[in-house]
């Protein structure tokens, strides 16, 4: 989808879809019981309507859940008027509704969804981008010797935010000071209940703290 795309835009075109498969349904409900083959026969006429009828009767929730869904979006527009860059778009948009699924959000916004998942909202309701920048990725991995600052692991590894990035003050995120590499075993322990935020220390100092508790490394907090 095109970029220009205002969200009001995006919006005319998902009902625009949302038409164009409710007329494919009954397309292919047609083309099933051979209609256009046999449009006077009273037996193909009666299982017509019937499938007719299990099609909106299977669809009424579903059209009702997507009118809903109609209403907050343009309740959104109205409300926040979500001009300016596509990361003003998506914190006014995600700080309204936190559980809006990302293919959901990039259709409505005319962006890809590799696009809209880069980006986070942290508790304060700031935007920030999620993805680390390639230099700074060199930077710790040569900083950290290529291993795992806990256990001195030299696969499978990956930068780790002491920090979380959904905790980060703004500009703080993919600081070198706010970054180390992990192995996936030790990144899996230093977030103990596997989200983005519940951490197995609770500082900066509680994580080098745990990393010298792993044993096999003997860095300290730069």
Known sequence: ???????????????????QRHEKLIEIARDELGLEEYPEDPDKQRAYHDRMAELKSSDEELQ?????????????????????????KIR?????????????????????QNYVTKFRVTLR??????????????????????????CGETSELRLHHINPVLRCE???????ENLATLCEGCHHLAHEDGSDVVLTYDSTDGFWEWVNEGGESSRTSP
Not at 64 to 88: F, Q
Not at 135 to 143: L, M, P, T, W
């Open 170 to 176: 703004k500009g703080e995120c993919h600081v070198p």
């Open 1 to 19: 989808m095109s970029e220009d795309r205002t969200p009001q835009e995006a919006y005319g075109h998902w009902k625009e879809k949302w038409f």
């Open 125 to 150: 309701g700031d935007v920030i981008r999620s993805d680390i920048p390639q230099s700074v990725r060199e930077k710790i991995r040569k900083r950290d010797g290529d291993a795992c600052v806990r």
């Open 92 to 112: 006014c948009i995600k700080k309204a509704i936190l559980q809006i699924k990302n293919n959901q959000l990039a259709e409505f916004l005319g962006l890809s």
């Open 64 to 88: 009702r859940a997507e009118r809903k869904r109609d209403e907050v979006l343009e309740e959104l527009i109205e409300e926040n008027a979500p001009h300016g860059s596509e990361a003003d």
